[in-house]
C-alpha cells in the first residue's frame, strides 16, 4: 500500500512517519471530530436546551438588530427594524444569509426562530474552523494545525459564537487564507483566475464585516508595491492582469451594496458607522480601557509581540526558505498590519459603542501567528522531543477548551439582558399588537416582544431621526411616529433622580436623547411615575442598581 507521510513533511511531532493512507485519514478526520463536537456541544446545550434568560445572557444584544430586520423582510415589511424606519444599520452578508431562515420561521414562535439563529452562526463558526484547519496544514506541521484549530474554537466559544457577524466573518476570511495559501495568488505561479477568485472572496469579506475594507487597502498596497518595484519589467503585465481581475471581481460582489446605500441614503457608509465614526477628524484618541475591552488590549499586545517573533524567526531562515515560507510570512504579516491598521483607527476614529466582537480578526489573526510559531519552535528543538512537546501543547488547549465549553453549557442568567427578555414576554402578552414602544439598546427587547420598537440610539435608525434630535423636536418625533410607551433598562442622571428612579418615588423624569452624528441632546421626554405600565426587580448593570421600566406616554 502506498505510504503517506502523517502531519505533513515532518510528522505530528516532528517526526517523519509512514502510515496508510486511509489510517492518516481516519486519524485526522477523529481528530477534528473530537475538537469540533467538544466546541460545538457547550453553546448547542445552551442554544437549544437552556432557558431564554440564559441564552440571551451570552449573547450581545445587537443580535436582534439582526434576526428582526430579517424577520421584517420576510413579513413583507422591508429592510426595517421598527417596521417604520427604513434602515441601513447591519453587516450586509450576515443579513442576506439569515432571510432564508427567517422566511422559513415567519410563522415559528420568536423564541425558537431566536435559537435557531443562533445555531446556524454556531454552524459557521464550526466550520470555519475545519476550513482554518485545511489552512494551517499549509502552513505548517498538521500537529500545529491541531493546535491552531483548538485554539480558534478556544477563542470562538466566546468571541465567534455570538450570534453576530462573526460567524460569517471568520469562516470568510478562513476560505480566504486557505485559497491565498493554496493557490497564492499575485504570485509567479497564479493566473488572472486565481485573482479573480480570490477578489470574490475579499468582496464577501468585507461584505460580512465592512472594517476588512483595511485589508483591502493592505493587500492591494502591498500588491502594487510588488508591480511598481519588486518587479521583473517582463513580469510585471502578468501582475498587472492578476491585480485588475482582483480588483473587477471586488467591485462586481460590493458595488451594488454601496451604491444601493448611497441611492437610497445618501451615504455610502451604513447609519451605525456613521454614528460611532470621525474620519477623517480626530476629536479624541483614546487607547484606554474606556474604548478597548481588556481582552482586546491584551489580543493586540501578544499579537504585536508575536509579530516581531515571527519576524525574527523568518529573517534568521531567510537565506534557507525564502521560497518556501516567503509567501506564507506575507499572508502572515499582512494579518498583523489590518490588526495595526484597524487599532489606530479605532483608537482615533472610533467615538461610541465599540465592542469585543469587533475585533474578531484578532483573534483569528492570533491563531495564525500561534501556528507559525509553534511550527518553527518545533523545527529548532530535538527531533525526539518534538512529537511529546506536540502533543503537550494540544492537551493543555483541549484542556482548556473542555473548560470553556462547559462553561457555555451552564451559564447563569445575569446582567440586564434577561431583564429585557422578561420585559418583552410581558409586552408580546398584555400590550396590543399595534403598540409602538421607543427603546436605547433595543434588539432582542425589539425582536422578542414581536412589537414595533424605535430604536433610540439611531443604529438601526436612520438619518430622519438624527434630524430630530438636533433640532431638539424628539416629541414631535414620537407624535408622528406613533410611539405610545417609552422603555428604559437603566436611567443614569444625577444621584437624587437616580436613585428617586431606583425607588420608584419620583413624581416625573425628563429623559433626554443624544445625536450621536450631530453631538448634542433632544428636548427631554417627560414620563410620571404613575403612567409606569411595568416595573423590573432591582438588578445590576454596570455596578448600578436599576430597574427596568415601561411608561406609557402622554403625548
Known amino acids: 500500500m502506498q505510504g503517506y507521510e502523517f502531519a505533513g513533511k515532518k510528522g505530528i511531532g516532528g517526526i517523519s512517519e509512514r502510515l496508510p493512507a486511509s489510517t492518516t485519514k481516519i486519524l485526522i478526520t477523529l481528530g477534528l471530530l473530537t475538537i469540533l463536537a467538544t466546541f460545538v456541544c ?23 438588530y439582526f434576526y428582526k430586520i430579517a424577520l421584517n423582510v420576510a413579513l413583507g415589511k422591508g429592510l426595517t427594524f421598527d417596521g417604520i424606519n427604513e434602515t441601513n444599520g447591519f453587516q450586509p452578508l450576515w443579513l442576506y444569509l439569515l432571510l432564508p431562515l427567517a422566511w422559513a420561521m ?26 482554518l484547519f485545511f489552512a494551517m496544514s499549509l502552513y505548517s506541521r498538521r500537529s500545529v494545525a491541531f493546535a491552531a484549530t483548538t485554539l480558534f474554537y478556544i477563542f470562538g466559544i466566546r468571541h465567534f459564537a455570538n450570534g453576530m457577524e462573526t460567524g460569517i466573518l471568520v469562516l470568510c476570511l478562513s476560505v480566504l487564507l486557505y485559497f491565498s495559501l493554496k493557490y497564492r495568488p499575485f504570485s509567479d505561479s497564479s493566473t488572472s483566475k486565481h ?45 498587472t492582469n492578476q491585480f485588475l481581475a482582483s480588483v473587477f471581481a471586488f467591485v462586481l460582489v460590493t458595488i451594488p451594496y454601496f451604491v444601493y446605500n448611497k441611492v437610497q441614503f445618501g451615504a455610502v ?17 483614546n487607547f484606554g480601557a474606556d474604548r478597548f475591552p481588556s481582552v482586546v488590549t491584551l489580543a493586540f499586545i501578544l499579537i504585536c509581540v508575536s509579530s516581531l517573533i515571527s519576524v525574527f524567526l523568518f529573517l534568521r531562515s531567510r537565506a534557507a526558505s525564502i521560497g518556501q515560507d516567503g509567501y506564507k510570512f506575507t499572508a502572515l504579516l499582512i494579518g498583523s498590519l489590518y490588526v495595526l491598521a484597524h487599532y489606530l483607527h479605532t483608537a482615533l476614529f472610533m467615538k461610541w459603542a465599540v465592542f469585543g466582537w469587533h475585533f474578531a480578526f484578532y483573534f483569528l489573526h492570533a491563531c495564525v501567528l500561534f501556528a507559525y510559531i509553534l511550527d518553527r519552535f518545533l523545527s529548532y528543538i530535538p527531533t525526539f522531543a518534538r512529537r511529546p512537546v506536540a502533543a503537550i501543547v494540544i492537551i493543555a488547549l ?30 408580546r402578552n398584555n400590550l396590543p399588537q399595534d403598540a409602538r414602544l421607543a427603546l436605547k439598546d433595543a434588539g432582542l427587547f425589539g ?57 420608584a418615588t419620583y413624581t416625573h423624569l ?46
Open 269 to 285: 457608509m451604513p447609519i451605525s458607522g456613521q454614528l460611532k465614526n470621525t474620519f477623517p477628524y480626530i476629536l479624541q484618541p
Open 106 to 131: 415567519r410563522e415559528a414562535p420568536v423564541d425558537l426562530y431566536l435559537r435557531a439563529a443562533l445555531i446556524y452562526q454556531l454552524s459557521l463558526v464550526a466550520i470555519a474552523g475545519i476550513v
Open 398 to 427: 483541549f484542556s482548556v477548551l473542555v473548560d470553556r465549553t462547559y462553561r457555555a453549557a451552564t451559564t447563569q442568567p445575569r446582567h440586564w439582558q434577561p431583564h429585557s427578555y422578561r420585559a418583552a414576554v410581558w409586552v
Open 42 to 64: 457547550g453553546r448547542f446545550i445552551l442554544y437549544a436546551f437552556r432557558e431564554m434568560e440564559a441564552v440571551v445572557t451570552r449573547i450581545p444584544d445587537d443580535t436582534g
Open 195 to 239: 485573482a479573480f477568485v480570490f477578489g470574490l472572496l475579499l468582496g464577501l469579506t468585507v461584505l460580512a464585516r465592512l472594517d476588512m475594507v483595511f485589508l483591502l487597502v493592505v493587500i492591494y498596497a502591498f500588491v502594487l508595491w510588488q508591480v511598481l518595484f519588486n518587479t521583473k519589467r517582463a513580469d510585471r503585465m502578468h501582475f
Open 510 to 555: 425628563d429623559i433626554p436623547y443624544r445625536s450621536q452624528l450631530y453631538d448634542t441632546f433632544s428636548d427631554p421626554i417627560r414620563v410620571y411615575r404613575e403612567d409606569e405600565v411595568y416595573r423590573s426587580p432591582i438588578y445590576y448593570d454596570n455596578n448600578q442598581r436599576t430597574v427596568f421600566v415601561i411608561w406609557r406616554l402622554r403625548l
Open 447 to 503: 425582536l422578542l416582544s414581536e412589537r414595533s420598537v424605535v430604536n433610540l440610539d439611531g443604529l438601526v435608525n436612520n438619518l430622519e431621526y438624527q434630524e430630530y434630535l438636533r433640532r431638539s423636536q424628539l416629541n414631535d418625533y414620537f407624535r408622528q411616529k406613533g410611539i405610545q410607551y417609552l422603555v428604559v433598562h437603566a436611567y443614569w442622571s444625577d444621584m437624587p433622580k437616580y436613585r428617586e428612579f431606583v425607588s
